[in-house]
C-alpha cells in the first residue's frame, strides 16, 4: 500500500498551517487601526458652566421631532424622577438627557448632559453586522434604519448606552439615538441644535483637535476649577463628544472603567480568525475524517474485490 | 491745495486730541459716564430682552469683573495681565463688540482656527452675557433663574412645551418609561 502523504505529515501540515492563519491576522489588525478623521467635528461639554436649564433637550425634541414629552422642558422635577434606582436615561423619544448630581463637599450641584458620544471608532457600527451605522468625515455616527434588521446588537456593544430601541414599532425596526443633528445641521458646517441653544456655552462646537487644544487651555489657566482630564480624549478610543469636570468623573455618572481604546480591539483579532476557521476548517477535518476511516473504506473495498474474484 | 490744508489740520488735531485722551495709567472711565441702563436684546427670541441696570451693578461689582481689560481699573487676573497689562482703555466697551454673535458659525470656527491666536476660547455672544451674570449672580446671591431675568416668549414656550403648549395628559405620556 502506498500513499502520498502519511498520516503524521498530513497532521504536521495542517497545524502548521493553522499557527501561521492564527498569527497572521495579528499584523493586519494593526495596520487597521483608525484614529478618526483629521478634520471630524466635536463637541466640549463643560459641566461646570451647566446650570441644568434643560434647553438643550428642548432645542433636541423640536429639531428632531421626537414626540412631545411627559413633563413640559422648564419642568426641573425631572431631575428627581428615578427609574429602577436610575436617573434619566435616552429612550427613543428623547436623544439627549440633562441629569442633576449632588456631590458630596459641593455646595452646588452639578448637571450632566447625555447623548452619543460620536466615538471615533463606535462599537455600536463594528457590531452592526448589517452596517446600519456610518461614521462620517464630520465626525457623526448616523444610522440607516432601512437596512436594520432589529438584532439590537448595538445596543449591547455601545460603552454608554446609548442606542434604544423603538418598541413602539415592532414591525419596523427602529434604534433612536442622538445622530450629531447630522442631515439638518452638521453637513452644512452648522453645529447641533442643543449647542445652539446652550445659554451657558457649557456645549461648545468646533474641530475635535481644536476642542482638545481647548480644554487643555481651561484646566491649564484655571488649574483649581478642573480635573487634569478630558473624558472622551482616549476613552475607549476616543469620543466626539468630551468632557469637563471640576470633580472626579465617577462622581458625576461617568464610567471610568472603560477601556482607553477602541471596544473593537478586543474582538478584531478575534474575527481575522473567523474566515480562516470557515475555509480551514471543513477541509482539515473533513481530511482527519477520511484518514480516520480509510483503514474501514480499504477493509470494505478489498472484501468487495474478494467477493467479486 | 486746500484739501491738503485740511488734512494736515485733522491731523494735527487728532494728534493733539488723542495725546489729551490717551489714557494715564491708573485712570479709567468714570462710572457716572457709564449709562444708567443698558437694553440687551439683540439676541432675545425665545426670551425677551433684558433692562439691565448697569447703574445698580456699578455699585456692586468694579468695570473689570465685566469689562475685563477693555475699560476700568487695572487687570488683576493673572491670565490676562500677560498681554493686558498696558494694553490700555479700548475704544468701545460694548460686549457685541468682541464676543461674535454667530457662534460656531463657520466663519467663526475658521478664525479661530488661526494657530497663532490665543483667544480660541473666547465665548460668544449668548455665553459671554450668561457665563459673566450668571456665575456671578450664583456667587453673590442673585437671581439664577432663566425667568428672573426675562420673560419667556411665545415662541419660547413652544420650544420648551410649556404655557399653553404644555402636555397635557392625553397628549403627552407617549415616553416609554424607561
Known amino acids: ?40 467635528m466635536g463637541v466640549l461639554v463643560d459641566l461646570t458652566r451647566c446650570v441644568g436649564c434643560r434647553s438643550c433637550e428642548a432645542a433636541c425634541n423640536e429639531e428632531q421631532k421626537l414626540p412631545q414629552p411627559e ?23 428623547r436623544y439627549t438627557i440633562v441629569n442633576r448630581y449632588d456631590v458630596p463637599g459641593l455646595d452646588h450641584p452639578l448637571f450632566r448632559k447625555i447623548q452619543c458620544n460620536h466615538c471615533q471608532e463606535p462599537a455600536c457600527l463594528t457590531s452592526c453586522f448589517v452596517n446600519a451605522y456610518t461614521k462620517t468625515p464630520e465626525g457623526a455616527v448616523i444610522y440607516n434604519p432601512k437596512v436594520c434588521v432589529g438584532c439590537r446588537t448595538c445596543m449591547i456593544a455601545c460603552p454608554f448606552y446609548i442606542p434604544t ?36 456655552e457649557a456645549l461648545t462646537f468646533g474641530k475635535r483637535n481644536k476642542l482638545i487644544e481647548i480644554g487643555r487651555q481651561r484646566i491649564r489657566e484655571t488649574p483649581d476649577k478642573y480635573e487634569d482630564h478630558i473624558y472622551g480624549e482616549h476613552e475607549v478610543g476616543g469620543t466626539a463628544w468630551m468632557y469637563l469636570s471640576s470633580v472626579p468623573f465617577d462622581q458625576v455618572g461617568f464610567d471610568t472603567h472603560v477601556p482607553k481604546e477602541p471596544i473593537l480591539n478586543y474582538v478584531k483579532d478575534f474575527l481575522g480568525i473567523v474566515p480562516m476557521v470557515l475555509t480551514i476548517w471543513p477541509a482539515l477535518f473533513a481530511g482527519f475524517h477520511l484518514l480516520a476511516t480509510r483503514k474501514d473504506w480499504l477493509k470494505n473495498k478489498n472484501e468487495d474485490t474478494h467477493e467479486e474474484e | 491745495m486746500r484739501t491738503r490744508k485740511k488734512l494736515l489740520r485733522t491731523t494735527l488735531a487728532l494728534a493733539i486730541g488723542s495725546v489729551l485722551l490717551w489714557p494715564q495709567p491708573g485712570s479709567a472711565m468714570e462710572a457716572a459716564d457709564a449709562p444708567e441702563t443698558v437694553e440687551i436684546n439683540s439676541l432675545s427670541r425665545l426670551y425677551s430682552g433684558v433692562d439691565f441696570n448697569h447703574a445698580m451693578h456699578t ?71 450668561h457665563l459673566n451674570c450668571v456665575t456671578c449672580h450664583q456667587k453673590t446671591g442673585g437671581p439664577t433663574g432663566c425667568q428672573d431675568c426675562h420673560t419667556m416668549t411665545e415662541a419660547g414656550e413652544k420650544m420648551f412645551q410649556t404655557g399653553k403648549y404644555a402636555p397635557t395628559e392625553t397628549t403627552g405620556g407617549e415616553h416609554s418609561g424607561h
Not at chain 1, 413633563?71 to 436610575?86: A, I
Not at chain 1, 423603538?166 to 447641533?192: H, Q, V, W
Not at chain 2, 493673572?78 to 479700548?90: D, L, Q, V
Open chain 1, 1 to 40: 500500500m502506498k500513499t502520498t502523504v502519511s498520516r503524521r505529515t498530513f497532521i504536521k501540515g495542517g497545524l502548521a498551517g493553522t499557527v501561521a492563519a492564527t498569527v497572521l491576522p495579528e499584523k493586519k489588525s494593526q495596520a487597521a487601526t483608525f484614529e478618526g478623521y483629521p478634520d471630524g
Open chain 1, 71 to 93: 413633563k413640559p422642558f422648564d419642568d426641573f422635577s425631572v431631575f428627581d424622577e428615578m427609574h429602577h434606582g436610575q436617573k434619566r436615561r435616552t429612550d427613543e423619544t
Open chain 1, 165 to 200: 430601541f423603538k418598541y413602539s414599532s415592532a414591525f419596523n425596526p427602529r434604534i433612536m439615538k442622538c445622530i450629531f443633528c447630522y442631515d439638518t445641521r452638521l453637513k452644512e458646517g452648522r453645529p447641533p441644535a442643543c449647542v445652539e441653544a446652550c445659554p451657558q
Open chain 2, 59 to 129: 455699585e456692586i461689582a468694579t468695570c473689570v469683573q465685566c469689562h475685563h481689560h477693555t475699560t476700568g481699573g487695572e487687570v488683576t487676573d493673572p491670565n490676562c495681565i500677560r498681554c493686558h497689562a498696558k494694553s490700555g482703555e479700548s475704544d468701545t466697551v460694548s460686549c457685541q463688540e468682541c464676543h461674535s454673535s454667530d457662534r460656531f458659525s463657520k466663519e467663526d470656527l475658521s478664525k479661530r482656527d488661526n494657530p497663532a491666536l490665543y483667544h480660541i476660547d473666547k465665548p460668544g455672544l449668548k455665553g459671554a452675557y
